[in-house]
């Protein structure tokens, strides 16, 4: 292999240096936790008993932002710490099973990114 003039580089990523973004990722899925609960403590009007002032709630700057802020990126948080958790059980006996895992939660993730984001686009205009 030395005689070919190509020497074999090694990536900065250590096993601990793994590790600690592996922990990094995990902290996700308690931030998802926490901005889902906070997106959802004004809860909006029942638009079929109450039209007006559900039109008048999703209409709102603060409703947009909250949904936008909260919600969305409460979500992204979600998926970077399943991301996060599928990594750390590759490591374990459910190795496989934690990965297949990891890929629908996050396609089931990705699925409602895209109701909920053009939901607020709509609503917004």
């Known amino acids: 292999m030395a005689a070919s003039g190509m020497e074999r580089s090694y990536s ?3 096993t601990p240096n793994i590790t600690r973004w592996i922990g990094i990722g995990l902290l996700g899925l308690p931030l998802y936790g ?14 079929n008993t109450h039209y007006e ?3 008048r709630f999703v209409t709102t700057d603060g409703y947009a932002l909250k949904h936008l ?3 969305l990126l409460g979500t992204i948080f979600g998926i970077f710490g399943t991301i996060a958790l599928g990594a750390y059980l590759t490591r374990s006996r459910a190795g496989r099973m934690g990965l297949w895992a990891m890929l629908i939660t996050v396609l089931g993730y990705s699925l409602f990114l895209t109701w909920a984001g053009v939901s607020t686009y709509l609503r917004a205009l």
């Not at 926490?34 to 638009?47: A, H, K, L």
């Open 12 to 14: 900065d990523m250590s």
């Open 34 to 47: 926490v901005m889902t609960f906070f997106s959802s403590i004004d809860p909006q009007p029942d638009p």
């Open 69 to 71: 802020f909260l919600t």
């Open 53 to 55: 002032a559900w039109a």
